[in-house]
């Protein structure tokens, strides 16, 4: 029993204001789950294990922090480093399809061309070389020399001023520089692709020239066509006295897209050209016109008009205003035409409700506009590579029109009427050695050669009068569009798989 004099009141106390369970370790170090009471605290304490932020730049590293009240210099110049270094790479990768791509655009096949004859020797010569040249000796013994040299007429070539034989056809190979590719010898992009690959002045440097100038075009095409459009849209939204930039945006998507990709497209027009023409120079020393980018383009403003030559010269205008405007038209039309046309033909909405059919109708919306496009992207090229003002030629590495267009107009009609399309070319010497090495003739067969290679030649002849693409150069139009349509697929391919995984 407690003294009478004490209170109650004495041995109050209040509760803590918080309960905090540490485990109380023993004297063997071992922790204790066993509570032996409450612990009084002065207040509540919280501690939070902090998630590292999860880093939005390729996930590089961890320790990355874009807080708006502590900016971090090092962590931004390496992600802009990171941004730069993917990019230069994926133009790297892309750029030797750009290269086939463009120098077979550009490449002039006349219809006079006829076929080069065979770079390389073929094997079968040369194994059987030992075979005929006892025959071949005898032939030569008995033969008349006073026939052949009255048959050989030393029938003088033109010349210029200078004394320099001029040239007269595409397809001789004895005034042809060392450092021009044959014509017709190819017929793809990745023919072209092996052809450069091969040619003794390019070389496997050849299909990576213009890289950083397509790296850099494609970098600022991506950074600027998103601030043109929303600069667009507000002063649009301003002149039309649209309720908010918002709804202008929504009802006139065309318009804004069509706008902004002819505005980007003109402001970075002067990239294009240098990049084409550093593709078709030649790499060979002595006959290189620019060393680079920026010797491009000083000698295209000392020699071209300075900077209203370089934008707004009819032959470099003209082009990049309708190849930066029917791209996105055509690339937002096609595919709803399809769509509508589809909707039609069996009542579905494939857009509401069947996403593989929605990528099926962009698939084929985006290889019908290539039709279109690809004809204008060939025809800007061709006017790209031609020099203006006091400038000379430019030494290019295939075979280019000497005579240049005068507009596009005149580029069209040009390719049509006077080049052909039945390409490769091939030669009537190597069609013969491979029509009568099919099988190995005897020496009992050997008279009977003449008259088959005469064969195959009237049936060549013939070939070439009865084939269309000889007398037509639509296809020149459209070199390149496999490769287009090619991409279309892999894109369709991955939205395809996108899809099925989902």
Excluded at 63 to 83: C, G, I, K, M, Q
Excluded at 425 to 436: C, D, G, I, V
Aim: hydrophobic share 35%; aromatic share 8%.
């Amino acid at each position: 029993m407690g003294s009478p004099s004490g209170s109650l009141r004495e041995l109050y106390s209040e509760p803590p204001a918080a309960w905090s369970f540490v485990p109380i370790s023993d004297r063997n170090g071992s922790s204790s789950s066993s509570i032996k009471g409450p612990v009084p605290d002065s207040g509540p304490s919280y501690q939070w294990s902090a998630r590292p932020r999860p880093n939005s730049i390729y996930e590089l590293s961890s320790d990355l922090n874009f807080e708006p009240s502590t900016p971090n210099a090092v962590a931004l110049l390496r992600a802009a480093a990171a941004s730069v270094i993917l990019q230069y790479f994926s133009a790297a990768v892309e750029n030797p399809w750009e290269v086939g791509k463009t120098l077979l655009q550009v490449q002039f096949v006349p219809r006079d061309a006829k076929a080069i004859e065979d770079l390389e020797p073929p094997e079968e010569e040369e194994e059987e070389a030992s075979d005929d040249a006892s025959s071949a000796n005898e032939d030569n013994y008995f033969a008349d020399e006073t026939a052949e040299s009255s048959s050989r007429v030393n029938t003088p070539r033109p010349v210029d001023d200078r004394g320099y034989i001029v040239r007269q056809s595409v397809s001789d190979s004895a005034t042809r520089p060392d450092w021009i590719i044959p014509p017709g010898i190819v017929s793809g992009v990745w023919d072209m692709m092996k052809q450069v690959i091969r040619w003794k002045p390019e070389g496997w440097l050849g299909l990576w020239k213009g890289t950083a100038t397509f790296c850099v075009r494609t970098f600022l095409d991506s950074s600027l066509q998103p601030i043109i459009h929303s600069t667009l849209t507000h002063l649009f939204s301003t002149l039309t006295l649209s309720r908010s930039p918002g709804i202008f945006a929504s009802s006139h998507p065309l318009l804004l897209t069509v706008s902004s990709n002819v505005a980007t497209g003109f402001l970075l027009s002067p990239l294009d050209l240098i990049r084409t023409r550093l593709i078709v120079q030649t790499s060979h020393p002595r006959h290189r016109r620019y060393s680079g980018p920026l010797d491009a383009l000083n000698h295209i403003l000392m020699h071209e008009g300075g900077f209203r030559g370089l934008y707004l010269h009819p032959q470099l205008l003209y082009p990049t205003i309708m190849d930066t405007a029917l791209t996105p038209l055509l690339s937002t039309l096609c595919p709803a035409l399809a769509a509508r046309f589809l909707r039609r033909l069996t009542g579905i909405r494939a857009e509401e409700s069947h996403p593989l059919l929605w990528a099926l109708t962009h698939l084929v919306g985006a290889c019908a506009s290539l039709l279109v496009t690809v004809p204008i992207e060939v025809i800007r090229r061709r006017l790209q590579i031609q020099t203006r003002g006091s400038a000379p030629p430019l030494p290019a590495c295939v075979e280019v029109r000497r005579r240049p267009y005068a507009g596009m107009v005149d580029a069209f009609y040009s390719i049509i009427t006077e080049e052909r399309s039945d390409l490769p070319l091939r030669s009537r010497r190597h069609h013969a050695h491979k029509q009568t090495h099919t099988r190995r003739p005897s020496r009992a067969h050997d008279k009977g050669k003449g008259k088959e290679v005469a064969v195959i030649h009237e049936e060549e002849k013939e070939a070439e009068r009865t084939s269309w693409l000889r007398n037509t150069g639509i296809g020149q139009l459209y070199r390149g569009l496999g490769m287009r349509a090619g991409a279309s697929v892999i894109i369709f391919l991955s939205v395809f798989d996108t899809i099925s995984l989902n």
